[in-house]
Every structure is written in C-alpha cells, then in structure tokens.
C-alpha cells in the first residue's frame, strides 16, 4: 500500500528554495573552518600581527563566499541535467511511500526507481517542501501542502523513522 503521495515539480524556483539543505556536509565543513578562521581572527587581533590578521579575514570571507558559490553552482547543474534528458526546465513526478521505500515516478522522463529506505540519510525541511538525501547525496521532494497539518506531519517522521531510526529530520530555520 502507498502512503503520503505527493505530486511535486522540480525546477528553478523549487532548487533555489532549498539549495543550501542539499548541502549538508559543505554546511557543516563551512561552519567548523568558519569557526575556526573566527577564532584565529580575534587571536591575531588581539596579539596585534597584522599580516595573520588580514589572512584570517579573508579566508573567512572567501569560505562563506564558497559555500553561496557551490550553492548556486549544484543549482545550474541540475537545471542543466533537467534541460539535457527532459528537453525543458523542470521533472514533474510523484512521490509515495511502500513498503520497501520511496517510489519516485518520473512523469516527465515515463521512469521511476525506489529510494529505499535504509539509504534515507536526512529529511529537511524547506517553507514548501520535505527534502529527503541519501547517504550519496542524491535527493528527493516532498509536498508540504499535500501533507496537512502537524498531524499529518508527525505520522510522516514517524512512519519514516520506524523504517530506519537512523534518519535525521531536521525542522526549517
């Protein structure tokens, strides 16, 4: 039996919403040398070597400027990847839940493969989608507006978990 079947349609506007949780790892990578060119910027400040200090400030600059980047970057090579195997702008598909994993159909390319769920890494949330990654990086929509209410919500995460305890969710904001 299929549960939570969602239509939804990855193009533009859908990767621009949530092309910073497709990166999980960078993130984290971005966060702990961020951290870190931070921390070397207020000690070379504070011990008043200029040249460290100026190093600092820009690696600081260039590692958020990097992440923004790679963002952007991911996002016109999907688009590009669409416009090459659909001939146009977007995938339009549906998403539904078996008893072995998600069924992703394909509408757009008549193609359809399972997402199985012992490789369901993270879910994130976006302000209208659930992302759910693998552990390779690979992705898949959910439309928040088909799954109603906290309610509806809380079965999904829990339906999800109970097929593997190892999945993340992490909540928008």
Not at 151 to 171: H, M, V
Request: proline fraction near 2%; hydrophobic fraction near 45%; include cysteine.
């Amino acid at each position: 039996m299929d549960r939570f079947e969602t239509n939804a349609i990855l193009n533009e506007a859908a990767l621009s919403e949530i092309k910073y949780q497709l990166m999980p790892r960078q993130r984290t990578v971005l966060l702990v040398s961020t951290f870190l060119a931070l921390c070397l910027l207020i000690l070379t400040i504070a011990i008043d070597y200029v040249l460290t200090t100026w190093v600092a400030a820009v690696a600081l600059v260039v590692f958020v400027l990097e992440y923004f980047f790679i963002a952007n970057r991911n996002v016109k090579v999907v688009l590009k990847r669409i416009h090459e195997s659909a001939h146009g702008d977007e995938y339009r598909y549906t998403t539904s839940f078996t008893d072995s994993g998600m069924l992703v159909v394909n509408h757009t390319m008549e193609s359809s493969g399972t997402i199985f769920y012992q490789d369901i890494k993270y879910v994130e949330e976006s302000p209208n989608f659930f992302i759910l990654l693998t552990k390779a990086g690979q992705f898949a929509l959910l439309d928040k507006t088909v799954i109603d209410g906290a309610d509806q919500r809380q079965a999904l995460k829990a339906f999800l978990q109970s097929r593997n305890p190892r999945i993340r969710w992490k909540a928008k904001g």
